[in-house]
């Protein structure tokens, strides 16, 4: 059971846009920033969003980050088959002697 | 550029040890935190250890503490988590991730390629 949650799956058709829900609690999301993390299929994590949302450099705008209270989103806008991938949220959450929390996973397929 | 390489990973018997090693290069490696992160296969990704950049603050999780040790070696721009008392439960990827922070925010701007860890008899 992980302290972030998010939905395990979602699909779109490619060149759609999809949104992935990343809900927490006041200990962590809603006092922390929220970075997102791609995991393509059989590579290591790999940063996508920081500071709820800022891309770094070689990041596609398609891909975009929003927090609001003790919820963060990911979104993705004209999906790509190379888009099919986990992606994760995380952050610090203070009631936990400030460890470090990842969501469940979500895995994106394009139809 | 800034290069994180695991070793270390093999198949070891339940109730046994290993150590991991995750060597750096292409940053200053003793001004940066650095984490282990675990993925159990078909699983997502879990937080196991950190230490800072001296070496002299550690912290892991509830499910590895007292069983695993981070440690860190300025010399050799190495990182290593000695894992003891090994169950199925811990067979997984283990990624070592550095950690950038300012002063308001951190977050895993590299990670290695992990290694595969597997207990088994």
């Known amino acids: 059971q992980s302290v972030l949650t998010q939905p395990p799956s979602v699909s779109a058709a490619p060149g759609q846009k999809v949104t992935i829900s990343c809900s927490g609690s006041s200990s962590n999301i809603g006092n922390n920033y929220v970075s997102w993390y791609q995991q393509l299929p059989g590579a290591p994590p790999k940063l996508l969003i920081y500071?709820?949302?800022q891309r770094p450099s070689g990041i596609p705008d398609r891909f975009s980050g929003s927090k609001s209270g003790t919820s963060a989103t990911l979104g993705i806008t004209g999906l790509q088959t190379g888009d099919e991938a986990d992606y994760y949220c995380g952050t610090w959450d203070s009631s936990l002697s400030d460890l470090w929390v990842f969501g469940g996973g979500t895995q994106l397929t394009v139809l | 550029e800034v290069q994180l390489v695991e070793s270390g990973g093999t198949l070891v018997r339940p109730g046994g040890s290993l150590r991991l090693s995750c060597v750096a290069s292409g940053f200053p490696f003793s001004t940066y935190w650095m984490h282990w992160v675990r993925q159990a296969p078909g699983k997502g990704l879990m937080w196991v250890s950190r230490?800072?950049?001296?070496?002299?603050?550690?912290l892991y999780a509830d499910s590895v503490k007292g069983r695993f040790t981070v440690s860190r070696d300025s010399a050799k721009n190495t990182v290593y988590l000695q894992m003891s008392s090994l169950g199925a439960e811990d067979t997984a990827v283990y990624y070592c991730?550095?950690?950038?922070?300012?002063?308001?925010?951190?977050?895993?701007?590299?990670w290695g390629q992990g290694t595969l860890v597997t207990v088994s008899s």
């Open positions: 991730a550095r950690l950038f922070c300012t002063s308001i925010t951190c977050y895993y701007d590299h």
């Open positions: 230490i800072n950049g001296d070496g002299r603050s550690t």
């Open positions: 500071d709820n949302n």
